[in-house]
C-alpha cells in the first residue's frame, strides 16, 4: 500500500522548503506518485504566488527530480493555476506551452474591488469581510453564489485535470459566522458545481489542508460534497495540499477511513503518466 499527493507546494510560491526534502520526505512516507503544484503566476501582485521569472528554474527542478528520482517515485510536473473568467484559457496554455503532466484549477479569487484587486476569499478574515462588503454588499449568499459561478465557468470552459479544493470559501466560516452550511441554498450551490464536475470529466480531489491546518471541521468538499460525488460516480483522488514536508500525507489515514465509510472504493492515482483508479485502504492506495 503507498499513498499519492498531486497537490503540492514548495519554496517558489507559499511552500517552503527545497524540492529534495520534499521529495525524500515522500519517499520516506512510501509515496509511489507525487505531484507539485506550486500557484501558478498571476497577472497582479500577489504574495502567495509564483514569480514568473521563477516558472522556468521551477519547471526544470521537477524534471531534474523526476530523473534522479526514477524507479524508486514517480515524480509529476504541475501548477495550481487560479482561474479568472476573463482570462478563461490560461489553465489549457499552462498546460500545453509548458508540458505539464497534469492541471489543478482553483478558485483563490472572485471578482474585483473598485481598485481593480482581485478579491481573495481564502485569506485573512479582514479580507473577506472587506469583500464581502465592498463588492457584494454583504450579501454571503450572493458572494457564494458568484464563487461557485466561477468554479462552473471553470469546469465547463477551461477544464481542469482536478478540481481543487471545491468549498474552500467555507474556510472563512469555520466558526458558523457566515452562513449556514446545511442551508438548501447552499448546499444546492455546491451541489450545481459537483454536477457540472460530473459532466465535464475532471478528477475531483478530497483537500485534506483544513483539517491539519485546524481551519476547518471536515475536507474539502465535507461530508455532503463527498455524497453528492459518490452518486454521482466523479472520480475522486485524495490531496493533502501541502505547504511544508511534513504535510505529505496529513489526516490521510482518517479521510481514507471516511472515504470507505461513505462507499468509495477507489481513489485516482496517476501511474505510469496515466490516471488509473485504484482500490485503498485506510494504509494507502493498492498500487500493484
Ligand atoms: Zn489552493
Ligand atoms: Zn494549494
Known amino acids: 500500500m503507498s499513498w499519492t499527493n498531486y497537490h503540492s507546494h514548495y519554496k517558489y510560491c507559499d511552500g517552503v522548503d527545497d524540492i529534495d526534502h520534499h521529495v525524500q520526505k515522500a519517499m520516506e512516507l512510501r509515496l509511489k506518485s507525487f ?3 506550486s ?3 498571476v497577472h497582479f501582485e500577489n504574495k502567495w504566488s509564483m514569480d514568473s521569472k521563477d516558472l522556468s528554474t521551477y519547471l526544470e527542478e521537477i524534471d531534474h527530480v523526476k530523473t534522479q528520482y526514477a524507479g524508486q517515485i514517480e515524480i509529476y510536473k504541475s501548477l495550481e493555476i487560479d482561474y479568472f473568467p476573463e482570462k478563461s484559457g490560461l489553465i489549457q496554455n499552462f498546460q500545453r506551452d509548458l508540458h505539464l503532466d497534469y492541471t489543478l484549477g ?7 474591488f473598485e481598485d481593480g484587486q482581485p478579491w481573495e476569499i481564502d485569506g485573512p478574515q479582514l479580507v473577506f469581510e472587506k469583500g464581502l462588503q465592498e463588492i457584494f454588499g454583504n450579501d454571503i449568499e450572493k458572494a457564494l ?34 452562513f449556514d452550511e446545511q442551508s438548501s441554498w447552499y448546499k444546492d450551490y455546491l451541489s450545481q458545481a459537483l454536477e457540472v464536475a460530473a459532466q465535464a470529466g475532471t478528477i475531483v480531489e478530497v483537500n485534506t489542508r483544513g483539517l491539519y491546518k485546524k481551519r476547518a471541521s471536515e475536507t474539502y468538499p465535507g461530508n455532503f460534497g463527498l455524497q453528492r460525488l459518490k452518486e454521482l460516480k466523479v472520480p475522486i483522488c485524495l490531496n493533502s495540499d501541502s505547504h511544508h514536508p511534513r504535510e505529505i500525507i496529513g489526516e490521510y489515514e ?18 505510469d503518466n496515466v490516471w488509473i483508479a485504484r482500490p485503498f485502504g485506510e494504509k494507502g492506495v493498492s498500487w500493484k
Not at 482553483?106 to 474585483?112: C, K, N, Q
Not at 459561478?149 to 481543487?164: S, V
Open 35 to 37: 505531484g507539485f503544484s
Open 39 to 41: 500557484h501558478s503566476p
Open 106 to 112: 482553483s478558485i483563490h479569487f472572485v471578482d474585483v
Open 145 to 178: 453564489r458568484r464563487y461557485f459561478e466561477i468554479t462552473i465557468h471553470m469546469l465547463e470552459h477551461d477544464c481542469p485535470t482536478i478540481l481543487g479544493h471545491v468549498d474552500k470559501i467555507k474556510m472563512q466560516n469555520h466558526n458558523k459566522f457566515f
Open 254 to 271: 482518517n479521510t481514507a477511513l471516511l472515504l470507505k465509510e461513505l462507499g468509495f472504493r477507489e481513489l485516482m492515482v496517476l501511474k
